[in-house]
């Protein structure tokens, strides 16, 4: 205890330093995170944390250095050589880190793509909750999380979607020929509506394409929109199953 004792006497100055220099930049990160969040919010740039989690990571950066030489005796300068030695190697080590970063940034002051977008992505279709440092996360409609790397979303087909063309479920079918056409896009429309009304948006009620002929009748597209939260499949699947009820589709 007494050699402790010695040892806190003996570095008390740096200890309150290292401890004052630590509060301060734990409060500056808060300080800075609910700014930026407020900031990001009332302009034109999306909220996203890849902004505010690289501006804690540079207080911490400016915190350590701080504290290098006062409290450890490690001249910063000595780091910073070691780092410009050792630069290539660690380039190398971490492209990919690199190339996530800078894309998240193209992807973000490009206004590319902003979380709360609806989006379809090498046909998968969900909306964007974050953009990170390093990837992009994307929930679909069954609560499935897709995590996609910024460099890949940087170099992949993205199709922005307005809310209707997120929720959009196609089923085709095929109405066998000498049917009244009129008459069955009406029937169409009513059994869906009425099979699919748990599943579907009240305000957008089923929509009847017919698309075109073949050697079994006439083709068509049934469009239905999904609730908010409803699996496209589960609308999909009731849909399919109400239209084989009818005798006059194939």
Do not use: Y
């Not at 407020?38 to 950066?61: C, D, E, Q, R, Y």
């Not at 929930?139 to 199709?159: D, F, H, K, W």
């Not at 509506?193 to 957008?204: G, I, L, V």
């Not at 050697?215 to 929109?225: H, N, S």
Request: aromatic share 6%.
């Amino acid at each position: 205890m007494e050699i402790l004792l010695d040892w806190l006497k003996a570095h008390d100055s740096r200890i309150i330093f290292l401890v004052v220099v630590l509060a301060a930049a734990f409060v500056g990160t808060k300080a800075v995170s609910r700014g930026l969040k407020k900031l990001l919010h009332h302009s034109g740039i999306p909220n996203a944390s890849i902004f505010i989690n690289l501006s804690l990571v540079a207080i911490w950066t400016i915190a350590v250095a701080m504290v290098l030489q006062p409290v450890f005796g490690i001249n910063p300068t000595t780091i910073v050589t070691a780092l410009g030695v050792g630069g290539v190697a660690i380039s190398l080590g971490l492209k990919d880190t690199i190339a996530n970063v800078i894309s998240g940034f193209g992807l973000m002051l490009g206004h590319v793509i902003h979380p709360g977008d609806h989006v379809s992505i090498q046909g998968i279709t969900g909306t964007v909750e974050d953009i990170t440092w390093r990837q992009t996360v994307v929930r679909e409609r069954n609560g499935n999380q897709l995590i996609i790397p910024n460099s890949v979303l940087n170099t992949s087909a993205l199709e922005r979607l307005t809310r209707e063309g997120e929720a959009c479920v196609k089923v085709s079918f095929t109405v066998k020929p000498g049917t009244d056409l009129k008459m069955a896009a009406k029937r169409i429309t009513s059994v869906l509506k009425e099979s699919t009304a748990n599943f579907t948006d009240r305000r957008n009620p089923p929509q009847i394409n017919f698309t075109g002929f073949s050697a079994d009748g006439v083709q068509g597209d049934a469009l239905l929109f999904a609730n908010s939260g409803i699996d496209q499949a589960r609308v999909r699947d009731c849909a399919v199953r109400t239209l084989a009820k009818e005798d006059f589709i194939l």
